[in-house]
């Protein structure tokens, strides 16, 4: 069964508004989940590492204001695109590491598209 | 950072065999991964092997590694239509960062 969930699946904003994108670890604590995005036709893109009780890291490039992480809990992350704009739209995807497997497991994304 | 590069199409027929290629350049890594996306959807874990293994084979699937050369395959034996997709290439770092290549779009025909 599913590993990781993210909610919503699909989401359409207006440029200026902010959209948050919910992912999930099911049945397991993950301290450290990862955040991805990825353009059309395009490979996945590290963004941020996202690690329970301390801020996230951020990739290179990546403005850390633009993209709110947030791991309040053992099987939360949240990633808030603020004052979205056409060219954030984009899919999301978030990943989780399982302690003790050396494994990530990747949820279904999220696709954002901004008008 | 990592490079990771493979070819971006493969067209195989019904019942063949496909290979994948991978190149990588950071010696050091630990783990290699092969995952699957199909149209709309998240990645799908294939399989994975460890840095100190040539092969690992799971049913269908063989992955080959050959570290001297930084080379890494998928074959996928018997290849059916429901294996279209696109299989990306990942690398991790020792911080568990992945890299990942741009992706190889197989497309199955009749």
């Known amino acids: 069964g599913a590993v990781v969930s993210q909610h919503p699946s699909r989401v359409i904003c207006k440029s200026g508004t902010s959209v948050k994108i919910e992912c999930r670890s099911l049945?397991?604590?993950?301290?450290?989940m990862f955040w991805y995005r990825q353009f059309p036709k395009q490979s996945l893109m590290l963004m941020a590492t996202?690690?329970?009780?301390?801020?996230?890291?951020?990739e290179q490039g990546v403005e850390k204001d633009k993209f709110l992480i947030n791991h309040a809990s053992l099987t939360l992350s949240t990633l808030t695109v603020t004052s979205a704009h056409p060219e954030d739209s984009s899919f999301y995807i978030c990943?989780?590491?399982?302690?003790?497997?050396?494994?990530?497991?990747f949820g279904p994304g999220t696709r954002l598209l901004v008008l | 950072g990592e490079d990771v590069e493979q070819s971006l199409f493969l067209s195989v027929r019904e019942g063949d065999s496909s290979v994948i290629n991978c190149t990588y350049t950071?010696?050091?890594?630990?783990?290699l991964y092969w995952y699957k996306q199909e149209p709309g959807a998240g990645l799908q874990l294939l399989t994975y092997?460890?840095?100190?293994?040539d092969m690992k084979q799971d049913q269908r699937l063989t992955v080959l590694l050959n570290k001297k050369d930084k080379h890494l395959s998928l074959r996928i034996a018997d290849t059916q239509t429901g294996d279209s997709a696109i299989y990306f290439c990942?690398?991790?770092?020792?911080?568990?960062?992945?890299?990942f290549g741009a992706g190889t779009t197989v497309t199955v025909r009749a």
């Open positions: 990943s989780v590491i399982l302690a003790g497997v050396e494994t990530q497991y």
């Open positions: 049945d397991f604590q993950a301290t450290t």
């Open positions: 996202s690690n329970e009780g301390s801020k996230a890291t951020y």
């Open positions: 950071d010696s050091s890594s630990t783990y």
């Open positions: 092997i460890f840095s100190n293994m």
């Open positions: 990942a690398v991790r770092s020792n911080d568990y960062k992945l890299s």
